[in-house]
C-alpha cells in the first residue's frame, strides 16, 4: 500500500497547510470559543481526509486485480515468394482447373457431336494431348480468332477456324483446306505443337499478345 500512504501524507499536508494559512501569522486561536471552531475544522478536514483514503484504497485494490484478456494478433506481412506465386497464377489464363506448362487449363466438358468444336476436342489426343486437360486451352484460342467458324476471315487476309495467315498454308494438311473444318483444325493444332509445344503453352502467349 506504498502508494495510499504516500496519498493519504500528501492530502493531510495538504490540510494542514490551508488551515494554518486560513489563521495567519499572529492569528493563532486564543479563546475557548475559537478553540472550538478550529476543532471543527480540524474535524471537517479530517472527515474529507478519511473519504479520499478509502477512494484510495478501492483504486489500489482495483488496480491490483486487473488481469491482460489478450493480446491482438498482427497480420503477418505477405513473403516475397508469396507475392510471387499469386503473380503467377494471376497471369495464367483461367482461375481454377489444372495448370500445364504454366498456364491455368480448366476442364471443360465435351462439346456437342458434329461441331468443329467436337472436331477440336477429339483431334486433341492424336496430337498426344488429353482433351480433359487441353481443350479449354484450344477453346480459348479458336474462340477468339475466329468463333470456330470455318469461313472466318479478317481483313489482313487471315483464313479460316485457326486464322491462318496466308490462309492457302492450310493446303498442306488438305485440299480442302476452304471448306472443311477439320482439315483447318489439323493444320491448326499442327502450327500450335511445332510453335509452342501445346495449346496452353500458345494460349499462354496469346494472352499476352492477343495473338499466337
Known amino acids: 500500500m506504498p502508494m495510499v500512504a504516500t496519498a493519504v501524507t500528501a492530502a493531510t499536508g495538504i490540510a494542514v497547510t490551508g488551515y494554518m494559512v486560513l489563521l495567519?501569522?499572529?492569528?493563532?486561536?486564543?479563546?475557548?470559543?475559537?478553540?472550538?471552531?478550529?476543532?471543527?475544522?480540524?474535524?471537517?478536514?479530517?472527515?474529507?481526509?478519511?473519504?479520499?483514503?478509502?477512494?484510495?484504497?478501492?483504486?489500489?485494490?482495483?488496480?491490483?486485480?486487473?488481469?491482460?484478456?489478450?493480446v491482438p494478433k498482427v497480420a503477418a506481412r505477405p513473403t516475397?515468394?508469396?507475392v510471387t506465386a499469386a503473380g503467377s497464377v494471376a497471369a495464367g489464363s483461367v482461375a481454377g482447373g489444372s495448370v500445364a506448362g504454366g498456364s491455368a487449363a480448366v476442364n471443360l466438358p465435351a462439346p456437342n457431336?458434329?461441331?468443329?468444336?467436337?472436331?477440336?476436342?477429339?483431334?486433341?489426343?492424336?496430337?498426344?494431348?488429353?482433351?480433359?486437360?487441353?481443350?479449354s486451352c484450344l477453346d480459348n484460342i479458336f474462340s477468339r480468332e475466329s468463333g470456330w467458324r470455318y469461313n472466318a476471315q479478317n481483313a489482313s487476309g487471315a483464313f479460316g477456324i485457326p486464322q491462318a495467315l496466308p490462309g492457302s498454308k492450310m493446303a498442306t494438311a488438305g485440299a480442302d483446306w476452304q471448306t472443311n473444318p477439320a482439315t483447318q483444325i489439323k493444320w491448326g493444332l499442327g502450327y500450335i505443337r511445332d510453335r509452342y509445344g501445346d495449346p496452353c503453352q500458345a494460349w499462354a502467349y496469346w494472352q499476352a499478345h492477343s495473338y499466337y
Request: hydrophobic share 45%; proline share 5%; no cysteine.
Open 24 to 70: 495567519g501569522p499572529g492569528h493563532m486561536p486564543t479563546t475557548g470559543a475559537a478553540i472550538a471552531a478550529a476543532a471543527v475544522s480540524g474535524s471537517q478536514a479530517m472527515t474529507v481526509l478519511e473519504q479520499q483514503r478509502q477512494q484510495i484504497i478501492v483504486m489500489d485494490a482495483a488496480s491490483h486485480t486487473m488481469s491482460v484478456v489478450g
Open 113 to 135: 457431336p458434329g461441331t468443329a468444336q467436337a472436331i477440336g476436342y477429339n483431334m486433341l489426343s492424336s496430337f498426344g494431348w488429353s482433351p480433359a486437360t487441353y481443350y
Open 80 to 82: 516475397a515468394q508469396a
